[in-house]
């Protein structure tokens, strides 16, 4: 009997028959969510070298590949979770992957890679990015998660000071645990904020894990701490003016800790008004054959001074020290903009892209471009200097005598090779000659080959794989994996990180700042004295009876996300960024609503900020804009997968919609919560703002901010007693993860504090938070909704659980979970699984049935669809996909009308629109 006549009897068993007939499709506009998630480890290869596993983060799968010596061929694709980032192989048999999105790390067999199949999922903490095996026998799985998240067990203490916001989970490969989710061995919290990169030592003795945001000791002083009157008062560093002679507003400023005291950019101190201390610990060590794993104690156990943004590690095999991909932020200076009237500038000098080589000997830092001339800017693009740069400096792979390093430049799209020694010594002279470009751009992951004398390297732009031969140092081949990203997507992201187009001296980006298309923690004063006044167009919640428009010096702010800013109105924490001064402010897409128009006006900063030589083409800006408002906010981790409220979290949100805590507003008055507004746009939904300004007090008009990211905030506790601010807690607190809270500038440590800032009961705000322990709960209940807000995605999106013979009530209990969230419209549910060798995909259609990827078969109920689990012995993973992409993850993968199983069937390529029965 034939393989396909096996699966049909197979299918029978379950009630089920298979015509061959194939039909067709119609499918949505779009099918596809960006999240632009960055990938840490993408490549891995079996220990026998015979196959190379890279993730499809876009697809949402494991593809594997034949290493052969003339190049690579496909053998395989196993549909895993969602956002898949990372790789690690355990023998040739197993591989395991993390899902960034999803929460979960899928364990693979692929003992036959053509027919591998996911066998477990495990379900980890919130945004899980890297994994590596170490320990006895290397048989224990550490995997990097934040510190929350619905699958992590007890309070995430986010409302706790001095907590580390990073965890590592480590399990038994050999003994997984419960058949829902697994059983860690332990969960290691350290003191940083969220992590990412993972290393482990030659003998498995030792893992090495790095904060991803890990800061430099920078922090802000409050404007409400500041004397009024500028420098000559003791105030904000001059210039107070700019070139023309105007006033500019009074704001905050930045410090940082010179290892003795806070000092500003120009030398004071400011102990008195930092309640805190930074640590700054970067990078720990995990005793990875303790029982169960733990930090090394004491000072062996942490390196601190690492970078601000820490990528990727990698161990040097012969003499075990550490190299770390990073940059460096150089916050503490300011402004944008030539730099004429205040002598000094950021132009062209953001972040330096370094390698930190951690050692007996300390930390030492190595810039990798020490050939910049950052007191001259800008030359016209070619020049030598920008060719001789690499940018944003990603994974590492490694000979085995330790001598050579390879670097992935993703600001660059060139792979950097070091001499480690002179690395180490910091004797190395940059050159492109050390480079080998890769055709796709962006790489992010490297594997190296060494018996074949090849190089892979994960190209992001493109989602391919490049070849490159180490002796000629060039590259051979290139591998296109299936990408369901369309042209706007893949056209448009090179603009987000490519430095060696958007600088003069090719080392900064936007995704400098905006990591990954999110921020970087950190605060930066980017005013320009060389600028002049730009009218603040409105409309407004409540206008500044004095001056609402926008001055060009502007004082330190957090720099924001680049996720979820369409159908949310201009941008910036002013909203200084529309196209309100245009067209008249009209819903949906009008004037300040108009997100194209207001994103089209950031091009001058590749001038005044990047050091390009001019703006990009009006092609290239068009192309940037089309990417950047597709990416979206992921779910909130803090909220019930259900997406129900907690009791307190419901008592906050009636607080939050209910009385008028802001005199005339309540606090949905302004931070409008309404998931359906402007159904009609492609993100409809408004989360914390409709884009309107406002006055409240302030030196400066704001824009009304958006909530979907609150919880990422966290970590800084401590602020000294302010004007206008309830005093309380105002002490010293100790070692703190973050340098930076709430507010535009980051001043406010919790969201409690800032309920203290004029929303109190009084006489002239006589429903504001009560005096006395009842308001103080309350306070704390509305903080709690908060940090549980409603985002793009609902909470389930994501989400997995796979069935298997083993499976118990829990897991059952789980699918009942995504199926009613399915059934609510919150996602849409796709089961994978594979059957004599051939790949199953369904999908939830309501009223308990699934939908198969072969259009002769008739639908499926939900409990045949278990029992195919547990009576052939079939693992099947259930995914919530986000809304509307469930067909292509289910059912047709390549959207080309005909359904995966009846191109499987036919001999046709189902990740081919090209290939069809």
Same mark, same amino acid.
């Given at each position: 009997?034939?393989?396909?006549?096996?699966?049909?009897?197979?299918?029978?068993?379950?009630?089920?028959?298979?015509?061959?007939?194939?039909?067709?499709?119609? &499918?949505?506009?779009?099918?596809?969510?960006?999240?632009?998630?960055?990938?840490?480890?993408?490549?891995?290869?079996?220990?026998?070298?015979?196959?190379?596993?890279?993730?499809?983060? =876009?697809?949402?799968?494991?593809?594997?590949?034949?290493?052969?010596?003339?190049?690579?061929?496909?053998?395989?694709?196993?549909?895993?979770?969602?956002?898949?980032?990372?790789?690690?192989?355990?023998?040739?048999?197993?591989?395991?992957?993390?899902?960034?999105?999803?929460?979960?790390?899928? +364990?693979?067999?692929?003992?036959?890679?053509?027919?591998?199949?996911?066998?477990?999922?495990?379900?980890?903490?919130?945004?899980?990015?890297?994994?590596? !095996?170490?320990?006895?026998?290397?048989?224990?799985?550490?995997?990097?998660?934040?510190?929350?998240?619905?699958? *992590?067990?007890?309070?995430?203490?986010?409302?706790?000071?001095?907590?580390?916001?990073?965890?590592?989970?480590?399990?038994?490969?050999?003994?997984?645990?419960?058949?829902?989710?697994?059983?860690?061995?332990?969960?290691?919290?350290?003191?940083?904020?969220?992590?990412?990169?993972?290393?482990?030592? =030659?003998?498995?003795?030792?893992?090495?894990?790095?904060?991803?945001?890990?800061?430099?000791?920078?922090? %802000?002083?409050?404007?409400?701490?500041? =004397?009024?009157?500028?420098?000559?008062?003791?105030?904000?560093?001059?210039?107070?003016?700019?070139?023309?002679?105007?006033?500019?507003?009074?704001?905050?400023? $930045?410090?940082? &800790?010179?290892?003795?005291?806070?000092?500003?950019?120009?030398?004071?101190?400011?102990?008195?008004?930092?309640?805190?201390?930074?640590?700054? #610990?970067?990078?720990?060590?995990?005793?990875?054959?303790?029982?169960?794993?733990?930090?090394?104690?004491?000072?062996?156990?942490?390196?601190?001074?690492?970078?601000?943004?820490?990528?990727?590690?990698?161990?040097?095999?012969?003499?075990?020290?550490?190299?770390?991909?990073?940059?460096?932020?150089?916050?503490?200076?300011?402004?944008?903009?030539?730099?004429?009237?205040?002598?000094?500038?950021?132009?062209?000098?953001?972040?330096?892209?370094?390698?930190?080589?951690?050692?007996?000997? /300390? +930390?030492?830092?190595?810039?990798?471009?020490?050939?910049?001339?950052?007191?001259?800017?800008?030359?016209?693009?070619?020049?030598?200097?920008?060719?001789?740069?690499?940018?944003?400096?990603?994974?590492?792979?490694?000979?085995?005598?330790?001598?050579?390093?390879?670097?992935?430049?993703l600001g660059s799209s060139k792979i950097g090779i070091f001499n480690t020694a002179a690395l180490e010594n910091d004797t190395f002279t940059p050159s492109a000659a050390d480079h080998v470009p890769v055709s796709g751009g962006g790489p992010t992951g490297l594997v190296l080959d060494q018996a074949r004398g090849r190089l892979y390297a994960l190209t992001t732009f493109d989602n391919a794989i490049s070849v490159v031969d180490t002796a000629a140092r060039a590259e051979v081949a290139h591998v296109p994996m299936h990408n369901p990203e369309p042209p706007s997507i893949t056209h448009g992201r090179r603009f987000l990180y490519d430095a060696k187009l958007s600088s003069?001296?090719?080392?900064?980006?936007?995704?400098?700042?905006?990591?990954?298309?999110?921020?970087?923690?950190?605060?930066?004063?980017? /005013?320009?004295?060389?600028?002049?006044?730009?009218?603040?167009?409105?409309?407004?919640?409540? #206008?500044?009876?004095?001056?609402?428009?926008? @001055?060009?010096?502007?004082?330190?702010?957090?720099?924001?996300?680049?996720?979820?800013?369409?159908?949310?109105?201009?941008?910036?924490?002013?909203?200084?960024?529309?196209?309100?001064?245009?067209?008249?402010?009209?819903?949906?897409?009008?004037?300040?609503?108009?997100?194209?128009?207001?994103?089209?006006?950031?091009?001058?900063?590749? +001038?005044?900020?990047?050091?390009?030589?001019?703006?990009?083409?009006?092609?290239?800006?068009?192309?940037?804009?089309?990417?950047?408002?597709? $990416?979206?906010?992921?779910?909130?981790?803090?909220?019930?997968?259900?997406?129900?409220?907690?009791?307190?979290?419901?008592? /906050?949100?009636?607080? !939050?919609?209910?009385?008028?805590?802001?005199?005339?507003?309540?606090?949905?008055?302004?931070?409008?919560?309404?998931?359906?507004?402007?159904?009609?746009?492609?993100?409809? /939904?408004?989360?914390?703002?409709?884009?309107?300004?406002?006055?409240?007090?302030?030196?400066?008009?704001?824009? %009304?901010?958006?909530?979907?990211?609150?919880?990422?905030?966290?970590?800084?506790?401590?602020?000294? #007693?302010?004007?206008?601010?309830?005093?309380?807690?105002?002490?010293?607190?100790?070692?703190? %993860? *973050?340098?930076?809270?709430?507010?535009?500038?980051?001043?406010?440590?919790?969201?409690?504090?800032?309920?203290?800032?004029?929303?109190? #009961?009084?006489?002239?705000?006589?429903?504001?938070?009560?005096?006395?322990?009842?308001?103080?709960?309350?306070?704390?209940?509305?903080?709690?909704?908060?940090?549980?807000?409603?985002?793009?995605?609902?909470?389930?999106?994501?989400?997995?659980?796979?069935?298997?013979?083993?499976?118990?009530?829990?897991?059952?209990?789980?699918?009942?979970?995504? *199926?009613? @969230?399915?059934?609510?419209?919150?996602?849409?549910?796709?089961?994978?699984?594979?059957?004599?060798?051939?790949?199953?995909?369904?999908?939830?259609?309501?009223?308990?049935?699934?939908?198969?990827?072969?259009?002769?078969?008739?639908?499926?109920?939900?409990?045949?669809?278990?029992?195919?689990? $547990?009576?052939?012995?079939?693992?099947?993973?259930?995914?919530?996909?986000?809304?509307?992409?469930?067909? @292509?993850?289910?059912?047709?993968?390549?959207?080309?009308?005909?359904?995966?199983?009846?191109?499987?069937?036919?001999?046709?390529?189902?990740?081919?629109?090209?290939?069809?029965?």
């Amino acid at each position: 009997m034939t393989g396909l006549g096996l699966l049909r009897k197979a299918l029978a068993v379950t009630g089920l028959a298979v015509p061959l007939a194939a039909s067709t499709l119609a &499918h949505a506009a779009s099918s596809y969510t960006l999240f632009e998630s960055g990938q840490v480890r993408p490549l891995a290869l079996s220990t026998d070298g015979k196959h190379l596993f890279a993730v499809n983060t =876009p697809d949402g799968r494991l593809e594997i590949f034949r290493v052969k010596k003339n190049g690579l061929s496909h053998v395989g694709s196993v549909p895993v979770g969602l956002e898949p980032v990372a790789v690690a192989a355990r023998g040739d048999d197993e591989v395991w992957v993390v899902n960034h999105l999803s929460d979960s790390v899928s +364990v693979v067999d692929v003992s036959d890679p053509a027919r591998g199949r996911v066998v477990r999922t495990l379900l980890v903490g919130d945004e899980p990015r890297d994994i590596v !095996f170490g320990g006895p026998g290397r048989r224990r799985a550490f995997i990097t998660t934040a510190h929350r998240g619905q699958n *992590r067990p007890g309070d995430a203490q986010l409302t706790t000071p001095g907590i580390g916001r990073a965890d590592v989970w480590v399990f038994d490969a050999n003994a997984l645990g419960a058949p829902l989710g697994g059983t860690p061995l332990s969960i290691v919290t350290l003191f940083s904020d969220t992590p990412r990169a993972l290393a482990v030592s =030659p003998d498995g003795a030792k893992v090495y894990a790095a904060a991803f945001h890990s800061g430099n000791r920078t922090t %802000v002083v409050s404007d409400l701490l500041v =004397p009024d009157g500028g420098e000559s008062a003791g105030g904000v560093p001059a210039p107070n003016t700019n070139f023309e002679g105007l006033p500019q507003p009074e704001t905050s400023l $930045i410090v940082k &800790h010179n290892g003795v005291n806070w000092v500003d950019h120009i030398g004071r101190t400011w102990d008195d008004e930092v309640r805190f201390s930074l640590p700054d #610990e970067d990078v720990f060590v995990i005793d990875a054959l303790a029982n169960p794993p733990a930090q090394v104690a004491g000072s062996s156990g942490v390196y601190t001074g690492v970078g601000t943004i820490l990528y990727n590690m990698i161990v040097n095999p012969v003499n075990g020290k550490v190299y770390v991909t990073n940059t460096d932020a150089q916050n503490d200076q300011r402004f944008e903009g030539p730099g004429i009237y205040a002598g000094e500038t950021l132009r062209g000098h953001l972040h330096e892209s370094r390698i930190t080589v951690l050692g007996p000997g /300390g +930390v030492a830092p190595r810039h990798l471009n020490k050939h910049i001339d950052y007191a001259t800017c800008c030359a016209p693009l070619p020049n030598t200097e920008n060719e001789r740069s690499l940018a944003l400096p990603q994974g590492m792979a490694i000979t085995s005598n330790g001598a050579t390093l390879y670097v992935a430049a993703l600001g660059s799209s060139k792979i950097g090779i070091f001499n480690t020694a002179a690395l180490e010594n910091d004797t190395f002279t940059p050159s492109a000659a050390d480079h080998v470009p890769v055709s796709g751009g962006g790489p992010t992951g490297l594997v190296l080959d060494q018996a074949r004398g090849r190089l892979y390297a994960l190209t992001t732009f493109d989602n391919a794989i490049s070849v490159v031969d180490t002796a000629a140092r060039a590259e051979v081949a290139h591998v296109p994996m299936h990408n369901p990203e369309p042209p706007s997507i893949t056209h448009g992201r090179r603009f987000l990180y490519d430095a060696k187009l958007s600088s003069s001296h090719g080392d900064s980006s936007c995704a400098s700042c905006h990591v990954f298309g999110d921020f970087d923690s950190l605060a930066w004063d980017l /005013g320009n004295p060389d600028g002049v006044t730009v009218t603040n167009p409105g409309p407004f919640l409540v #206008e500044d009876p004095g001056n609402p428009n926008y @001055r060009p010096l502007k004082g330190p702010m957090t720099t924001q996300s680049l996720r979820g800013m369409a159908n949310h109105g201009p941008m910036h924490w002013r909203g200084d960024r529309t196209g309100g001064n245009d067209a008249p402010s009209v819903q949906p897409d009008s004037g300040i609503f108009d997100e194209v128009a207001a994103f089209k006006t950031f091009n001058p900063a590749f +001038v005044d900020l990047l050091g390009r030589h001019t703006e990009l083409s009006e092609a290239d800006m068009d192309a940037f804009t089309d990417f950047v408002l597709r $990416i979206s906010y992921p779910p909130n981790p803090n909220r019930n997968l259900d997406n129900s409220l907690t009791p307190d979290q419901q008592a /906050g949100k009636a607080f !939050f919609t209910g009385p008028l805590s802001d005199v005339t507003h309540s606090c949905e008055g302004c931070h409008t919560l309404d998931p359906s507004g402007n159904p009609e746009s492609e993100a409809p /939904g408004f989360f914390g703002t409709m884009g309107l300004s406002t006055f409240e007090g302030t030196p400066q008009t704001m824009k %009304v901010p958006h909530f979907r990211n609150l919880y990422q905030k966290v970590g800084m506790f401590g602020m000294a #007693e302010a004007p206008g601010i309830e005093p309380g807690n105002n002490g010293f607190m100790g070692d703190q %993860v *973050r340098g930076f809270g709430f507010l535009h500038d980051g001043m406010i440590d919790t969201i409690d504090r800032f309920m203290h800032f004029g929303f109190g #009961e009084s006489e002239f705000n006589p429903e504001g938070f009560p005096v006395g322990p009842s308001g103080a709960l309350l306070r704390r209940q509305v903080e709690s909704f908060l940090l549980a807000f409603d985002s793009n995605m609902a909470p389930i999106v994501g989400q997995q659980a796979t069935l298997t013979q083993a499976s118990n009530a829990a897991v059952h209990a789980r699918i009942n979970l995504l *199926r009613s @969230r399915a059934d609510a419209g919150e996602c849409d549910l796709v089961v994978k699984g594979r059957l004599l060798g051939s790949e199953l995909g369904y999908l939830y259609a309501g009223g308990g049935l699934f939908t198969s990827n072969r259009a002769g078969s008739a639908p499926m109920a939900d409990a045949t669809l278990r029992l195919l689990a $547990i009576l052939l012995d079939v693992p099947l993973t259930y995914t919530c996909t986000p809304p509307g992409s469930g067909e @292509r993850l289910g059912l047709d993968r390549d959207e080309d009308g005909f359904r995966d199983g009846d191109e499987q069937d036919a001999g046709s390529d189902p990740a081919d629109p090209g290939s069809t029965p």
